[in-house]
């Protein structure tokens, strides 16, 4: 087996009492049945015994193997083994095979493409998300000593190849990360490319596709597919028809390549990046879409960490009944400030969360590489609204000298509890496909928050 990581994972040591946050922190935290049994045997006879039977009960949903039990919390909502320096004392005294899966691999995230393990990281842990945005290097993917991926085993398989969706999902993925890394246009435009781009491959390159089936005469099942044996490339690109020698999966193939070499034209990304600047959109909506998903979560979260820094960033943005419109004006004005003072550091932290993005989430589990770009804007539109809000981002504006060393500290923290209590909640990934809708409606609402952004 081999295993890859981004630098910044490599890099990465939990730093324990030193942490401003800790990972199990108001978090439900599971563990499979067979770690369970493990720890059972392992505590029989010691003290610990009657506190495992104690704090660990089987998950009140039901749930076995993977999710048989739950552990217990503190009063404080942590975990009820953490010990006085912030760390397990599970782990302390009976090894790290005992850990339940969460415990033992956050904040690292590992999924398999064919034989490869892969190595990143979750921004929920404030250090994963300072080495992950601040260093410069940080997203360069190198192999890393198989030890480092714990449990492989617990990886995801999202690429089998057994399907045309998972088979090309390498390619499309790096051609994904190359667009992100086009300095030459700004980064909402490569978005805006990336949206575009994964709207010209939806009618034939989706979850289920049988566009790749070399089978001929076979039908397309995609539900928004206007004609799947022929798919139309919509938007600014042009596509010739499939040559009649071509088989149709090699057409396939054939035109899945035109398309991401499309977006590889320096021509195609100044086009692009000239048609959004000349969009107009009001900046209200997105404003309104950003608090309202802080709102919700602030509802369901009991995070002290994440509702002091919400209610800072509400007050900052002019408190709870401020029309979105009037919210806007300031973000935009604020944006625009900080881009002059400090827009190379900014666009780092971006970029990084949206390399990462795909780095983490493997888009073959969205619905569609439309729903997964989708849901990256979603998630960077939020970060960006939390950043501007940030309390000490704010200081920094009202007083330019204030070392850049101040508003890194403000992105770990902005990027760490958005990713912790907002970006993989349920009730959250529910809103975001009801917002994204279906078909091109997902590219008209994908078009506001990139403006926004
Ligand atoms: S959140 Fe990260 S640094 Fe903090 S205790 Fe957990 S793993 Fe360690």
């Known amino acids: 087996m081999t295993a ?37 045997q392992k505590v029989a006879g010691t003290p610990d015994e009657a506190n495992v039977a104690a704090l660990i009960k089987p998950n009140p949903d039901g749930a076995t193997g993977q999710q048989a039990g739950i552990l217990g919390k503190r009063a404080d909502g942590h975990c009820a083994f953490l010990d006085e320096a912030k760390l ?49 290097d940080a997203l360069v993917r190198e192999p890393v000593p198989e030890e480092q991926a714990l449990r492989p085993q617990v990886a995801r398989q999202v690429a089998a190849g057994d399907d045309a969706w998972t088979a090309h999902a390498d390619t499309v993925r790096e051609a994904m990360l190359r667009l992100l890394q086009r300095r030459e246009v700004p980064f909402a435009a490569r978005l805006y490319a990336l949206g575009r781009m994964a709207l010209d491959l939806g009618d034939f ?153 795909f780095l983490r989430h493997p888009f073959t589990e969205a619905e569609s590489l439309l729903n997964a770009v989708f849901l990256l804007v979603l998630r960077a539109s939020v970060v960006r609204w939390v950043l501007l809000g940030h309390p000490a981002v704010v200081a920094l504006l009202e007083a330019p000298g204030t070392p850049e060393a101040a508003l890194d500290d403000a992105a770990v923290e902005a990027f760490q509890v958005v990713a912790k209590h907002v970006e993989q909640a349920p009730s959250f990934l529910d809103f975001a496909k009801g917002l994204a809708g279906e078909g091109p409606e997902t590219f008209a609402r994908l078009l506001i928050l990139v403006k926004g952004l």
Do not use: K
């Open 88 to 136: 397990c004392s599970l782990q302390r005294r009976y090894g790290e095979a005992v850990l339940p899966d969460g415990c033992s691999v956050f904040p690292r995230v590992l999924t398999r493409w064919g034989a490869q393990v892969e190595m990143a990281g979750s921004l929920a842990c404030p250090e994963t998300a300072r080495l992950c945005l601040l260093a410069e």
């Open 4 to 40: 890859s990581a981004p630098r910044y994972m490599a890099r990465f040591r939990c730093i324990a009492e030193a942490c401003e946050d800790t990972c199990c922190a108001g978090l439900t935290v599971p563990i499979s049945e067979s770690r369970w049994s493990l720890l059972r």
């Open 205 to 357: 390159y989706f979850p289920g596709t049988t566009a790749f089936a070399s089978a001929a005469g076979e039908e397309s099942r995609h539900p928004s597919a206007s004609d799947a044996s022929e798919p139309e490339v919509r938007g600014p690109m042009t596509d010739s028809a499939p040559d009649a020698s071509e088989t149709r999966a090699e057409a396939a193939e054939a035109r899945l390549a035109r398309v991401l070499r499309e977006y590889e034209s320096t021509d195609t990304l100044a086009s692009l990046s000239a048609q959004l600047e000349a969009l107009e959109l009001p900046g209200g909506p997105w404003a309104g879409i950003c608090g309202a998903v802080l709102r919700s979560r602030e509802a369901a979260v009991s995070s002290p960490r994440f509702l002091s820094l919400m209610s800072a960033v509400r007050a900052s943005y002019g408190g709870a009944d401020t029309h979105p419109d009037q919210a806007w004006e300031l973000h935009a004005a604020r944006r625009s400030a900080l881009e002059s003072l400090h827009g190379e550091r900014v666009h780092q932290y971006f970029l990084h969360h949206a390399l990462n993005h």
